[in-house]
């Protein structure tokens, strides 16, 4: 049986890029991706992650590891008989649904966690999972703190580790570093440029995103 569509849209952070390097020819409104605001530099968008047999998926780019993503965009909205609004707990959802394979490996040396969702990818998403946040919150003291350099990286610590923060810190100069991956084995880190998202570490409370203080 087919997926229903609706059952393919995934979430995509992103980071805002300054206004110079946008497009010169802007989109038809009806075309244009949709974007919701996140926290800080980064903002959210929705794509149908297609397989490679769809007609559609040929037509466009294979990404990294061979996925296509076609950005949703409020045509396609009114196609789904989807409202915009509901996108981001849909795309929530259907990301755990699509990578069940999540997997957890803490670091030995400090209490911080790198979260794996598998070949898929896109473990930057998880910030809009509520339910495994709060699961995640659990593991650590303090609150929750977590570092998405790139949009395929996930590492938390908490804010009563010193030694995890600072392993989160470590890990976001290993992947925006020019050597980044150099020795490391999970290929996650080596983050090609478009998929880079922010230096900045996260700290959440009371279910809100806010930066973490120096």
Known sequence: MTEPRTSLIVPLMKARVPAEVQLEFPLPPE????RDPFAGDLY?????????????????????????YEHVARRHC??????????RRLATVNLRNLRPDLRMSWYPDARAVTVSLGEGGLEAGLLL??????????????????????????VASG???PDGVDKLRWAV?????????????????????GHLLTRELRVWREGVWSPLGA
């Open 129 to 154: 999972d509520d339910g495994f946040l709060e699961k995640l919150a659990q593991d650590v003291e303090g609150d929750l703190v977590v570092a998405t350099p790139g949009r395929d990286v996930f």
């Open 159 to 161: 804010t009563g580790h």
């Open 173 to 193: 100069e290993r992947v925006w570093s020019e050597d980044q991956g150099d020795g490391d084995p999970d290929p996650a880190w080596n983050v090609p440029a």
């Open 31 to 34: 075309e244009e991706p949709i």
């Open 78 to 87: 009114a196609e789904l008989g989807l409202a915009p609004e509901e996108l």
């Open 44 to 68: 959210i968008t929705y794509a149908l992650e297609l397989s490679g047999e769809s007609a559609a998926a040929e037509a466009l780019r294979p990404e990294p590891g061979g996925r296509r």
